[in-house]
């Protein structure tokens, strides 16, 4: 109970501080929306501080939209963003964001992709000319892809090592079955051998289309300082056509669950279950019970399977957010002569939800879901993610000033209702095992 108080206690903190960083890290409160000639959605929020500016741009697509034949296309073009352009070759391009004490970076996931970068504001202007420079003029030197292919092929190859990643791919073939979702981001190996330079400039003209642009930046600023430079930079994209997500829908039946062998020293044991999508209306409900079942040492896949059946090295759940099929994963690594007893006691304890949920445990799952995501906004970069991604998932920026209340709104009945309306769909699981 004592440890219970302190938590509240903390996250009261951390609440009384958001509210009150208006002038200080996290800035003012108003962010600034505007949407460009082109359609590119801009969002900007001024701070105060030491003259910092962050920013995130999010490009709606990512691996799903790779084609057959090409897996791991949209992953190996935006390692290739950064290699260098027509004006800027590597090292001058990376070179001012590093001597500028910051960076910039790019990734992929299913849904979308990113590229993230921070410096100071006074550098501003230079940075935005080499981004508009990759976004226009990217060379894409064969060298270097040849370099990245490699890299990604011991990535993939390096995942199938590590047991908890190995479950994950196998089960995602079940789970996604006859979708693009059913494919890592990384790829297959095959396919990675084969992408060319021409491949990866064809992507990049595809994911260059206006209307999939969400621009985010929080910094030291005002935005009338910078308006132009911004315009400048993204204005200049072509709009082609108004890009809308695509839409896929698969829902996990009684499928159980498939044994894979492999060399180690534990098994890995990694179950999926339907969930909501970001946009349905159990997806906070959904949160707070993935909270309940298997976030920290509180939670009950960890109090009844390592406490007190000491089945688990390691156990958790989460929920990852998805435009299309969301999905509630539980894992547990655990010896490989208590295989049996963890597939079957994950099983029980993800069950166990439907008997109820204590006010305490709902109330500590809201905690650390807020806890969280309050410490998560202790910097402009992670404020500038927020923005841009709840804008692009389709929730709007507004939501990352009403995604804690969302939470705390989230009552036993909700809870309820999201486990029935989900859970009993069916399952599936992977037994990784030596």
């Keep these: 109970m004592k440890k219970h108080l302190q938590i509240i206690i903390f996250v009261v903190f951390l609440i009384f501080s958001y509210s009150s960083f208006g002038k200080d890290n996290n800035g003012g409160q108003e962010v600034i929306k505007n949407i460009l000639a082109n359609k590119v959605i801009v969002l900007f929020k001024e701070t105060e501080g030491l003259g910092i500016i962050a920013g995130s741009i999010f490009i709606k697509g990512g691996s799903i939209e790779d084609p057959k034949g090409k897996k791991g296309l949209t992953n190996l073009t935006f390692k290739m963003a950064l290699k260098g352009t027509k004006n800027y070759d590597f090292i001058s391009f990376n070179k001012l964001f590093e001597n500028s004490g910051g960076y910039i970076s790019a990734s992929v996931s299913e849904e979308y992709s990113i590229i993230e970068f921070a410096l100071r504001v006074e550098d501003l202007g230079e940075g935005l000319k080499r981004i508009k420079d990759m976004l226009l003029n990217p060379i894409f030197p064969e060298d270097k892809l040849e370099q990245e292919k490699q890299n990604t092929i011991a990535q993939i190859i390096a995942k199938k090592e590590e047991g908890f990643s190995y479950a994950f791919d196998e089960l995602r073939k079940i789970i996604y079955k006859d979708t693009p979702y059913q494919y890592p981001v990384l790829g297959e190996v095959s396919d990675v051998k084969t992408i060319s330079k021409k491949d990866i400039q064809k992507r990049w003209n595809e994911l260059m289309e206006s209307s999939r642009f969400v621009v985010s930046f929080v910094g030291d600023v005002s935005y009338s300082k910078v308006e132009n430079l911004i315009k400048d930079t993204f204005g200049s994209l072509k709009n082609k056509k108004d890009y809308k997500f695509p839409v896929y829908n698969y829902e996990i039946g009684n499928v159980g669950c498939k044994t ?6 534990q098994s890995t044991i990694l179950y999926a279950y339907n969930a ?10 959904m949160k707070v019970l993935n909270g309940i079942l298997g976030s920290g040492f509180t939670s009950r896949l960890f109090q009844e399977l390592r406490e007190k059946r000491g089945l688990a090295y ?10 299309n099929m969301g999905r509630l994963f539980a894992y547990i690594g655990t010896a490989p002569q208590k295989t049996e007893e963890s597939v079957e006691g994950i099983k029980e304890v993800v069950n166990s939800i439907s008997k109820g949920v204590s006010d305490e445990e709902i109330q500590i799952a809201k905690e650390k879901i807020v806890g969280h995501f309050l410490l998560d906004h202790q910097t402009r970069a992670k404020q500038s993610w927020y923005l841009g991604w709840f804008e692009t998932v389709g929730l709007g920026y507004k939501f990352d000033k009403l995604y804690v209340d969302y939470i705390n709104k ?4 909700d809870i309820l209702e999201a486990w029935k309306n989900y859970i ?4 599936a699981c992977v037994i990784v095992k030596p």
């Design 424 to 427: 009993p769909k069916g399952y």
């Design 260 to 265: 894979v062998k492999r060399e180690g020293a």
């Design 276 to 285: 909501p999508s970001v946009k349905d209306k159990e997806y906070f409900a």
């Design 314 to 323: 390691a156990v958790a759940s989460f929920f990852p957010t998805r435009i």
């Design 410 to 413: 989230v009552n036993k009945n």
